[in-house]
């Protein structure tokens, strides 16, 4: 706790130096990812992403303000540094930054598996050379499939919304999706009620994580870092809260 204090001592003389009336803007996505992170009818930013920087907000005593976004715009913003901070975000998502912009990332905040996912009507399984074309979201990194585009085994269509996604595939616009297994789970539910989708066989299950990032502010990631380590048991209860792992 006490690395903690010492952070966000340090973080408060300097935004009282600097911006004494300007509250931190952290950029966030308008998809629909719930759980992990979604807009509410009155295009809020909730979910289980939002609960945890509460929580940091008012450990550290530092206003936070929500900037949703689509997700090429975001990127851009951060990287012209109009928002201090990014979420979600991952050091495989910066190849595209040029070489002298140093980004911060906070260490995982939330747990990800990306797969390639099918109807499970198919008994067997659509065929691996029958999948032509996958959705996947605009502005979002395919890094599950990436050497299968590369090698030209299915072409990639992408859309803004996520739900799109899950039309297009009931609807055979695309034999398979490239998505969060539980987000997606969830959306097929509440849109396709009686269907359900299953990893493709032939295609990993990807793993990582979305971080906190920051070009502008590395202090903050630091003391970001230690509110993890200090708060890891309210943290956790949030992310069981939203049936989180």
Known sequence: MC???KLLAGIAFTAAINTPTQALTLGVETTNYAPYFFLNDEQKYQGAAREIF?????????KINYIPMPVPRLFNEFVKGNVGLKFPDNPL?????NATVKVHYSEPVLEITESLLVLEQYEPEIAKKDIKMVGAILGFSIPGIAK??????FEIIKTIKAEQLIHMLVSERVQGVYFNNSVAQDLVKKMYPGKSLIRHS???PFKYAYHLSSIKHPMLIEAFNAFLISH????????????LK
């Open 54 to 62: 509460d929580l940091f907000s008012e450990v550290s005593d530092l």
């Open 93 to 97: 998502w910066s190849a595209s930054l």
């Open 148 to 153: 299968s585009v590369a090698n030209h085994e």
């Open 3 to 5: 690395l903690l204090k």
């Open 232 to 243: 890891a048991k309210q943290v956790k209860a949030i992310k069981s809260h939203y049936g």
């Open 202 to 204: 032939k295609y990993p």
